[in-house]
């Protein structure tokens, strides 16, 4: 369809800046698929940087206490990666700090801490995306883990189809509906270097099956009986000379080979923002109009949308905030 304005389908996500932030590289596993700068701990925590040293957890509050005033009265999610951040001690402490300002946190996890972690600490997120990395977690430690948070916050698990443990995998895929509530399930394709190419692991017909009806063999088999706000989620395709609307998501809009806003003006630094494992912020992962500074040194945050060059735009994250091409044609 021809449109010329991607914008979120639903409204909550419209008022909420999201700020995806590498904090270190720290990992208590090693997969096989992970590149291994992204595990082998060579970037310490922010309070641990030995190259920087002058860097630290104030540094950190004060730019998340900038950024909310900044975006203000918009709210702001603060999602952290790594390597594995629930090992970095100052993480409660700051995702406290966090909450007591208003604004909402998220993590990625391998879920390898215990229940009891979980138990203590489960108050302090509005998010965690669940990973199962076959090589390294235990699948009865992993559930007991979920089954300790499923309900108490937005929970998703992403179980890693690694072909060589693929029984092990689909045992797990069939636990969790009949074990666990309230979590959205995803079985992922494993990428080579996870994603940083494009070579998507061999997988036989008969698994691939697998993996395309599996919201049907397990995902809509999960019981809710809450909902959780969702920051992001599908996008809407509006041409406002036709008033004709259509909904995607990030993943069909890049299946299909539509992701191409050069010339458009998009809003990545006003409703995204990218913190990279050295604290440089930009405005997206494609890194359009620049650095915006460091969280460590001078910053500066945008307040206009940025002019895209970029002829594809390479992740769902960097997708999923409002782009627009207005021009007297339309
Ligand atoms: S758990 Fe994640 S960060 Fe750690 S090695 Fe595995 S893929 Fe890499
Ligand atoms: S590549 Fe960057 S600037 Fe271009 S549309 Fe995607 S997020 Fe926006």
Redesign the pocket.
């Known amino acids: 369809m021809e449109y010329n304005i991607l914008d979120h389908s639903h409204d909550h996500a419209k008022e909420i800046v999201v700020v995806n932030w590498l904090l270190g590289t720290k990992?208590n596993?090693?997969?096989s698929y992970?590149p291994s700068w992204?595990?082998e701990g060579e970037v310490g925590w922010p309070n641990n940087y030995h190259k920087w040293p002058s860097r630290s957890v104030q540094d950190v509050q004060e730019f998340i206490f900038r950024a909310i005033k900044h975006y203000a009265p918009k709210k702001i999610y603060f999602e952290f990666t790594?390597?594995?951040v629930t090992l970095w001690k100052d993480l409660i402490p700051l995702a406290k700090f966090i909450k007591e300002k208003n604004a909402t946190v998220g993590i990625i996890s391998?879920g390898t801490r215990p229940p009891r972690w979980w138990r203590e600490n489960k108050q302090y997120f509005d998010h965690v995306c669940f990973?199962y990395?076959s090589e390294f977690s235990n699948a009865e430690k992993f559930l007991n883990v979920i089954k300790e948070v499923n309900g108490e916050f937005r929970t998703h698990v992403n179980i890693m189809m690694n072909p060589d443990k693929w029984d092990e995998c689909i045992m797990l895929a069939e636990r969790i509906p009949k074990e666990c509530h309230n979590i959205s399930l995803a079985l992922q394709p494993l990428m080579e270097g996870?994603g940083e190419e494009e070579t998507v692991f061999p997988y036989t017909d008969e698994q691939q099956e697998v993996l395309d009806r599996q919201h049907h063999l397990y995902g809509k088999h999960i019981k809710w009986n809450t909902n959780f706000p969702v920051p992001r989620g599908a996008m809407e395709m509006i041409n406002t000379n036709t008033n004709k609307k259509e909904i995607s998501s990030a993943h069909r809009l890049i299946a299909n080979k539509v992701n191409d806003w050069s010339d458009w003006d998009c809003y990545a630094g006003l409703e995204n923002l990218v913190i990279d494992w050295d604290g440089e912020v930009w405005r997206g992962w494609c890194r359009e109009g620049g650095s915006l500074g460091n969280v460590y040194n001078e910053i500066k945050l945008p307040y206009k949308p940025v002019r895209c060059t970029k002829t594809f735009c390479h992740c769902n994250f960097d997708i999923m905030c409002k782009k627009e091409n207005i021009d007297e044609n339309y």
């Open positions: 990992c596993f090693s997969c992970c992204l595990h790594g390597g594995e391998n990973s990395h996870l």
